[in-house]
Structure formats: C-alpha cells, structure tokens
C-alpha cells in the first residue's frame, strides 16, 4: 500500500503561491513533515510539526513564508508556501520524520512520489 499520495505541485513564477497537500494511509504513520530533494543534493527537511502539534520546525529558508498544517481525522498534511523563490524549487515529499523538535527535524520513516515545484525567475 502506498503510504502517502502527495499532490499539489507546479510550475509558478517568483514571488507566487502554492498549497501542497498530503494524505497518508491507515497502516503507516500519520505524515508529520515536508521534506525536499532536489537533484544532487540530499532530502531536507522544510517542516515538521513537532509531536506535541502545537510547535512546527521550520528550515530556515522558509521560516516566514511557509506553513504546515494538519488534520488529524482525516490523516492529511498541508503546506501553503508564499512569496515562492527559484531555491524552492524540488520534489517535495511528506512523511513521519524519524527525530522531530524545535530545532531539528530529520529522516522520514516512509516516502511516497512526492510532488514536484518548480519556481521560475
């Protein structure tokens, strides 16, 4: 079974908005982080809403124009991005990070195919 279906991605110029969003299944984890990959480089974190549901860490590139979000019933994880940039741009994927706090956010316990954005200048 597929642990998460993300959706939401696109093409958009600087400066412009989009609303990811994640759904996960019933026999993994809830989903509880954003993460992004872009080609050469490694998986980060963007957010994750810390277990306690009230703290949220954010990387600090998006700190200011990002916000995650989620609803428990019906398992699904948001992201608004705002005021998007060309560095934004990647596949973006949800899971249920393995460390989670304030300041760290790391790993993820599943991955799904994400979703891809692109930013153009």
């Known amino acids: 079974e597929v642990p998460v279906v993300e959706s939401g991605g696109g093409s958009v110029q600087e400066g412009e908005s989009l609303s990811l969003s994640c759904i996960g299944s019933?026999?993994?984890?809830?989903?509880m982080g954003w993460f992004r990959q872009v080609p050469g480089r490694e998986r980060e974190a963007v957010a994750c809403i810390i277990w306690t549901g009230t703290d949220v860490y954010y990387s600090e590139s998006v700190k200011g124009r990002f916000t995650a979000s989620r609803d428990e019933s019906k398992r699904a994880l948001y992201l608004q991005m705002n005021q998007l940039r060309p560095e934004d741009s990647g596949v973006y994927y949800c899971?249920?990070?393995?460390?989670?706090?304030?300041?760290?956010?790391?790993?993820?316990?599943?991955w799904g195919q994400g979703t891809q954005v692109t930013v153009s200048s």
């Open positions: 899971s249920k990070p393995a460390i989670s706090a304030k300041n760290i956010c790391l790993g993820g316990n599943y």
């Open positions: 019933s026999s993994h984890e809830a989903p």
